[in-house]
């Protein structure tokens, strides 16, 4: 093998879940992540001051337009490096989007493949848990302290906002909003009625919950029945129709995550054993259709084919030869369409998640793709000869990023195609005209009812006016309205749309 061959040597995980006041801060999140990485390569902390590159998860927080109401670093590559000792030649941190573990991953083999990157740390982490607990209270964290001498930190990824401001102003902004969206023109598309399309969602999560009850890391580690993750009751409410409670991420956890990547010729000489190599064969990234209103349609995902293809096509197997598999399951459709463009089966017997998934294992912001990996090494360490497949989903069903990985030897050289080559093919989709003021009759494409802790808020409606012109509207918020929304199939539904009468969105009133 090539010397500058990349492979992943070592991944280390942390969940939290004592006392909020004296929960770990981002930084000491990070450190424990990479330090148990460091453990797992066979290697003594202080090795991690030897890396050269650090790439940094962007925590949740630090989203365009969410502030920074909970203090902590201001730029968290520089913050830890401090902390381990390390002074990186290339230190990053990510745009948001749960793709970002697994692009990261990408990014980093492909420099040490160009021999721009000898030893390189992937971290990432999630702090929702204990933060706003904490700011309840008036507590910061620690890593404060130095970061208003610090400069602003090399930002890597796409930094577009995930929706556009006329998408905003509807909603869709939310992703307990906005994957409903999906999911009911998935059902609308396969012809299932309501109550058996939320029995299918309830027996495609059930096994997630089996697996996350198995990880020691998982949130939750509590098994549960299919009809228990659909049936609505006071400890399962509806969030977004047709999701309850349990079937959608949890985002406010404490948990850390980190894998260490090396050149070949570097884990030799670091001493790692080659038992614990694990070797990325494939890889791609791409982005649908950026906003939700351009997709061709609501039900599938052209960059989850595109990319699984080419990863798959890249480490010179097929979806047979895999064994381990983790599909990003923020919500049930990012499953369901995974699932479907990748071909394969919902029931696959070889199950769909090694971690348990973002509703039970965790949802640590854009990090639990790292988890998936982290899991992902030890399967194939375990089961050595066999392939793993890594899915990782941003924003609303619109940036992937797939692996591949194994303990099996890579037969060539490792060889990432640019992602401007497949985003190419994506971008030249055709997609629906947008009207952002629709007026007159129109039809429902899909639509989802918003609920909040006390019951019935909205209603969200993707809509064709009558030349086919797609536009997003908010329905009346009476309660005859949005039930009737969630008694029978909405999705071509008869109604007009117009402007409300303060003129700041559109309303659809059902016929």
């Known amino acids: 093998m090539d010397e500058r061959t990349p492979v992943l040597i070592g991944a280390g995980q942390f969940t939290y879940r004592g006392d909020p006041a004296s929960s770990p801060s981002p930084t000491a999140l990070l450190k424990i992540a990479a330090e148990r990485a460091a453990q797992d390569a066979g290697l003594a902390p202080e090795k991690l001051s030897e890396i050269d590159t650090l790439a940094v998860v962007g925590f949740t927080i630090d989203a365009p337009g969410g502030g920074r109401l909970v203090p902590h670093s201001t730029n968290p590559p520089a913050t830890l490096a401090k902390r381990i000792g390390a002074d990186p030649k290339y230190a990053v941190y990510s745009h948001m989007g749960g793709n970002s573990p697994q692009q990261l991953v990408n990014i980093v083999s492909e420099r040490i493949a160009k021999g721009e990157t000898e030893l390189a740390l992937v971290v990432g982490c999630e702090f929702l848990g204990s933060a706003t607990k904490r700011l309840?209270?008036?507590?910061?964290?620690?890593?404060?302290?130095?970061?208003?001498?610090?400069?602003?930190?090399?930002?890597?990824?796409?930094?577009?906002?995930?929706?556009?401001?006329?998408?905003?102003?509807?909603?869709?902004?939310?992703?307990?909003?906005?994957?409903?969206?999906?999911?009911?023109?998935?059902?609308?598309?396969?012809?299932?009625?309501?109550?058996?399309?939320?029995?299918?969602?309830?027996?495609?999560?059930?096994?997630?919950?089996?697996?996350?009850?198995?990880?020691?890391?998982?949130?939750?580690?509590?098994?549960?029945?299919?009809?228990?993750?659909?049936?609505?009751?006071?400890?399962?409410?509806?969030?977004?129709?047709?999701?309850?409670?349990?079937?959608?991420?949890?985002?406010?956890v404490d948990q850390s995550a980190g894998v260490l990547v090396a050149s070949l010729?570097?884990?030799r000489e670091l001493g790692v054993p080659e038992d614990k190599l694990v070797y990325l064969h494939g890889c791609a990234d791409a982005s649908d259709l950026w906003y939700p209103l351009d997709r061709q349609n609501f039900h599938s995902s052209p960059a989850m084919r595109l990319t699984g293809k080419r990863a798959l096509e890249m480490a010179g197997v097929s979806l047979a030869d895999i064994g381990h598999i983790d599909l990003y399951s923020c919500f049930p459709v990012a499953v369901e369409v995974g699932a479907e463009e990748l071909g394969l089966a919902l029931d696959?017997?070889?199950?769909?998640?090694?971690?348990?998934?973002?509703?039970?294992?965790?949802?640590?912001?854009?990090?639990?793709?790292?988890?998936?990996?982290?899991?992902?090494?030890?399967?194939l360490r375990d089961d050595r000869g066999s392939y793993g497949l890594v899915t990782a989903n941003g924003w609303f069903l619109t940036k992937q990023s797939t692996g591949v990985y194994s303990t099996t030897p890579p037969k060539g050289p490792f060889d990432r195609q640019d992602p401007k080559i497949i985003q190419a093919q994506i971008d030249a989709l055709p997609h629906p005209t947008v009207i952002e003021e629709p007026k007159g009759a129109a039809t429902i494409e899909t639509y989802t009812v918003v609920h909040g802790?006390?019951?019935?808020?909205?209603?969200?409606?993707?809509?064709?006016?009558?030349?086919?012109?797609?536009?997003?509207?908010?329905?009346?918020?009476?309660?005859?309205?949005?039930?009737?929304?969630?008694?029978?199939?909405?999705?071509?539904?008869?109604?007009?749309?117009?402007?409300?009468?303060?003129?700041s969105r559109n309303i659809f009133v059902p016929d």
């Open 136 to 252: 309840t209270k008036g507590l910061g964290f620690a890593d404060w302290d130095d970061a208003e001498e610090l400069p602003e930190p090399e930002r890597i990824g796409d930094p577009r906002p995930g929706v556009t401001p006329y998408e905003a102003k509807h909603g869709l902004g939310r992703p307990i909003n906005c994957y409903p969206l999906f999911e009911n023109a998935l059902r609308a598309r396969d012809g299932r009625s309501i109550p058996d399309h939320q029995a299918r969602l309830g027996e495609l999560f059930a096994p997630f919950t089996k697996v996350a009850a198995q990880n020691p890391e998982a949130w939750f580690r509590i098994e549960r029945s299919a009809q228990e993750l659909v049936e609505v009751s006071d400890r399962n409410r509806m969030v977004g129709f047709p999701y309850t409670k349990y079937l959608n991420a949890i985002m406010d």
């Open 265 to 267: 010729k570097t884990a």
């Open 453 to 503: 802790r006390e019951g019935y808020m909205m209603g969200i409606v993707v809509g064709r006016d009558s030349e086919g012109r797609r536009f997003v509207a908010n329905t009346p918020t009476d309660e005859a309205t949005l039930a009737g929304l969630e008694a029978k199939e909405a999705v071509g539904r008869t109604g007009t749309v117009s402007r409300s009468e303060d003129g």
């Open 348 to 379: 696959d017997p070889r199950g769909l998640t090694v971690t348990g998934g973002l509703p039970y294992m965790g949802g640590p912001g854009n990090n639990y793709a790292m988890h998936s990996i982290a899991v992902m090494m030890q399967r």
